[in-house]
């Protein structure tokens, strides 16, 4: 069974460019997230997805930083536009709805902003 | 305060050697522990699933979570090279719940 997959794998833009990070979940996962994770830190939650509503975006900077989820399968996640602090890795992880606790883990999509 | 402390090392130990890696928090709320072990480039990897106080082991892999102290450790026996990864604990409030929070991740490196 293929894991959770992401692109690109490493993204080098200038600040005050857009970029968009891909995902697409496990087969048959509905719960979708996307965590931000700083170096030397752990991951950080941006939002959740429950199918394709967005049912915890609390900690995501609304100003630049946007997602969707149409048909509840892949998702995107978009920065515009980028700043130098938002060099980090994406991460997309998926999990059954019953079972949050649980989540599958993409490679994630290394950013770098100068 | 961060409400979960993990000693970020780096830890460098021999091969063969008994590992204990450990983390704190401070909200009592927290039911389910678990550890991910994330290698260089790549993605976390849930590890080991606890829930409440106790114990558990899978293979060289031993599970403690102390809930009076607020304090989760992970042991790992016959530390092999290939357990060299960064280690992050993370912990949810209720079952199946889908927001965890993590802690910074221990930088384990096991030398041959």
């Known amino acids: 069974e293929a894991g959770v997959v992401q692109s690109p794998r490493y993204k080098i833009i200038e600040k005050k460019q857009p970029v968009a990070f891909w995902c697409n979940p496990i087969s048959g996962h509905n719960t979708l997230y996307w965590y931000l994770q700083n170096l030397g830190q752990g991951p950080e939650l941006l939002i959740r997805y429950e199918n394709e509503e967005a049912v915890d975006d609390s900690q995501l900077p609304k100003d630049r930083f946007s997602a969707e989820r149409l048909k509840g399968v892949d998702s995107t996640l978009k920065i515009q536009p980028a700043e130098l602090g938002d060099s980090a890795v994406y991460l997309c992880?998926?999990?059954?709805?019953?079972?949050?606790?649980?989540?599958?883990f993409g490679p994630g999509t290394r950013l770098t902003v100068l | 305060q961060k409400e979960v402390e993990q000693d970020p090392g780096p830890l460098s130990v021999p091969e063969g050697a008994i590992v204990s890696l450990n983390c704190t928090y401070s909200n009592s709320a927290f039911q389910y522990f678990m550890w991910y072990r994330q290698y260089s480039r790549k993605g976390p990897e849930l590890l080991m699933y606890t829930y409440s106080s106790g114990n558990k082991e899978d293979g060289r892999f031993t599970a403690q979570v102390d809930k009076s102290s607020k304090y989760i450790s992970l042991f790992i026996r016959d530390s092999q090279p290939s357990d060299s990864a960064t280690y992050l604990c993370a912990m949810s409030g209720l079952p199946g719940a889908q927001k965890l929070v993590f802690g910074q991740g221990t930088r384990l490196t096991i030398n041959p």
């Open positions: 992880a998926s999990s059954l709805a019953s079972q949050g606790d649980t989540q599958y």
